[in-house]
Every structure is written in C-alpha cells, then in structure tokens.
C-alpha cells in the first residue's frame, strides 16, 4: 500500500514539472463594484444603463459586459451578430427565442440563472416591476439589430 502511495506522488511531481507556472496576481483583471462605468444604453430603453467590464466588444475577441434593465422595459425583437451568454446578476430578466414578442412564451430568470442563444437567432426580454442586472459574455463584434413589425432590420 505504501509503494502505491509513494508512486503516485512521484507521478505526480514528476508531471508537475512539465505544466506551466501559474500565473501571478498581476496577469489578471480585475474590476470592483465601485469602478464600474455605467453609460446609457439607449438602444435598450429609457433608463437603461450598460458597462464593458473586459475586452471591447466592438472589436473581435472576447468581451464581458453587463446591462442594467429598468423595471417595466421590453427589448424588443432582436438579434446580434455573435452567440450571446448571459447570467442573471439581480432582479429578474424574462427572456424568450422568438421572432415575435409572446410575453407567454418567456421564461423569469432570476439571479444565478443563465442562458445562452446563436448568432442571429431572434429573440425578445423584459423586466417586470424590478430592475434587472445581467452579465453578458462573447465574442465580438457585439450589435443588436431589432426587426420591425413587418420583419425588417433595424440597427442600434
């Protein structure tokens, strides 16, 4: 039993010298509470706020955002350009695929919750009477582009 042992740490160290160092607290990114800038988002609605935490997503490469939706605000019928992955930080975001707003159809995602939708697939969300706080995730180039009643694009 001993000889297990002793074999599988000497494995163990012996594979330790073949993996990367890891990094050190200065290769990292960070961003408080406190220093988040939040910008209007008027594409979104009245009121409604947006912060890039990491990356650009108007650029290719990864992005990290986050979206504060006001309480009784619908996002109308959208898509965007790359795969969108959102977290629900706060409140909760009622979200639907679809390529017409059926509130019937969505679904309340409440804080920790997620989800996660194509490029290019239609889709709609709405607050009720609280505000929601949601962490969007991809990679750029970000947009969204809202179809009309009669399907066509409009660009924000």
């Not at 706080?133 to 009309?148: A, E, F, K, S």
């Amino acid at each position: 039993m001993k000889t297990a042992k002793v074999a599988a740490i000497g494995l163990t160290v012996g594979l330790s010298g073949l993996m990367a160092a890891p990094a050190s607290a200065q290769e990292y990114t960070a961003v408080m509470q406190g220093d988040i800038k939040w910008q209007d988002a008027p594409s979104i609605g009245p009121g409604a706020k947006t912060a890039v935490i990491d990356g650009d997503p108007k650029s290719s490469g990864p992005f990290v955002m986050r979206l504060k939706v006001p309480p009784k605000t619908t996002i109308g019928v959208h898509t965007h350009p790359a795969t969108e992955n959102v977290t629900v930080l706060s409140g909760t975001l009622y979200f639907a695929p679809g390529d017409k707003l059926d509130r019937k159809a969505a679904k309340a995602f409440g804080p920790g919750s997620y989800f996660s939708i194509e490029q290019g697939k239609p889709m709609f969300a709405y607050t009720k009477d609280k505000e929601a706080t949601v962490q969007l995730h991809g990679n750029g180039p970000w947009g969204i582009t809202y179809l009309d009643k009669d399907g066509t694009a409009k660009k924000k």
